[in-house]
């Protein structure tokens, strides 16, 4: 019965970690840009987009479709990055038990 208790242990010690993931990516913020940087988007927690800058040369006119292939490019850049960050944060906190079904993930 003492392998079973320190299963237990273990167990609760993984929740408390993956909570802990869960709260520490609540507060990550990641930025994304594209056109050399003439576009950028800050995205926080699971993908909320929390600021937006665009280079005044974008605002001229007839310059709509490029500004506009530029944000789609921007959050792009960020999300793959904020999904990079939740990943690592899992792994980190799943140590060995990373990879087993059934775990919870982001």
Known sequence: MKNLGDMMKQAQALQQKVQA??????????????????VSVTLKNVGE???LAI???LLA?????????LIIAAHAD???KLEAKQQELMREAAGMF???PGLPTF
């Open 55 to 57: 280079d005044d040369s």
């Open 98 to 100: 990373a990879g087993i």
């Open 78 to 80: 960020a999300r793959r």
């Open 61 to 69: 006119p007839g310059e709509g479709e490029i500004l506009a292939d």
């Open 21 to 38: 993931a869960k709260d520490q990516m609540a507060q990550t913020e990641v930025d994304g840009s594209s056109g050399g940087g003439m």
């Open 49 to 51: 987009l929390t600021r």
